[in-house]
């Protein structure tokens, strides 16, 4: 079965401060991989969008920043981290190949820059 | 792009039936989906539209209509444990991709009281 992995679960880091968050998945190959953001009692924000290695699509201009250096490796980082940037971050998958190719996110990490 | 609007809040008696709507605009439709998020906790995923019509599971039904830009979420004999966030999400279809990005909608927040 398919699995997907996500770490830290929280973080609190200081503005101005590096970020890495990463996200991988088991079990599938050739996923769709999302970063989303989701503030206090709001929807979910789409940030990047990768459909392979090396291809991201970044949806909202900020200074965060997405790589795939594998297939199944999610990685979304930050040179400097803002207050802004507090929230909790979920990754996602899907199968782009199956009838339904639902969403399956990680358990999130709840980022507080302080 | 996509506009996903839904009511923020809804308030319910347990054994009720509650209904959720959700209207959307987007250039290039492939999907509506409905996710629950309990508070603290990641999306998991509940049901799936692609056609006009009803889909049921158990006491969740959703039904879409495209040419309105329109679905719902029934919850029928509801229960203490529905209390949390129910969001829409839409996947559009894109040349470049392969299947689709998925937006998120502000969800709504069910409250179901004794």
């Known amino acids: 079965s398919q699995t997907i992995h996500q770490w830290p679960a929280t973080l609190v880091q200081p503005v101005g401060s590096p970020l890495s968050l990463e996200c991988t998945v088991e079990?599938?190959?050739?996923?769709?991989l999302y970063w989303y953001r989701q503030a206090a009692g709001r929807g979910l924000q789409l940030l990047f969008y990768?459909?392979?290695?090396?291809?991201i699509s970044s949806e909202v201009p900020q200074n965060l920043s997405a790589s795939r250096p594998q297939d199944r490796q999610f990685i979304l980082s930050s040179k400097k981290l803002l207050l802004s940037d507090s929230g909790f971050y979920l990754c996602?998958?899907?199968?782009?190949?199956?009838?339904?190719?639902?969403?399956?996110f990680g358990q999130g990490t709840r980022l507080t820059v302080v | 792009g996509q506009n996903i609007d839904q009511p923020t809040e809804m308030t319910a008696t347990e054994g009720a039936i509650v209904q959720i709507n959700c209207t959307y605009q987007?250039?290039?439709?492939?999907?509506l989906f409905w996710y629950q998020q309990h508070a603290g906790e990641a999306p998991t995923f509940l049901s799936y539209?692609?056609?006009?019509g009803l889909e049921e599971k158990g006491r969740f039904s959703s039904f879409l209509s495209r040419s309105k830009g329109y679905s719902y979420l029934l919850l029928k004999e509801l229960q203490m444990k529905d209390s949390a966030s129910y969001l829409c999400?839409?996947?559009?279809?894109?040349?470049?991709?392969?299947?689709?990005?998925?937006?998120f909608g502000a969800g709504t927040q069910v409250v179901v009281t004794p």
């Open positions: 996602a998958w899907s199968d782009p190949g199956a009838r339904v190719s639902e969403a399956f």
């Open positions: 539209n692609v056609l006009d």
């Open positions: 999400a839409v996947r559009d279809r894109r040349k470049a991709d392969s299947w689709g990005k998925l937006q």
């Open positions: 079990g599938t190959s050739n996923p769709n």
């Open positions: 987007t250039s290039g439709f492939n999907g």
């Open positions: 990768s459909v392979g290695i090396g291809q």
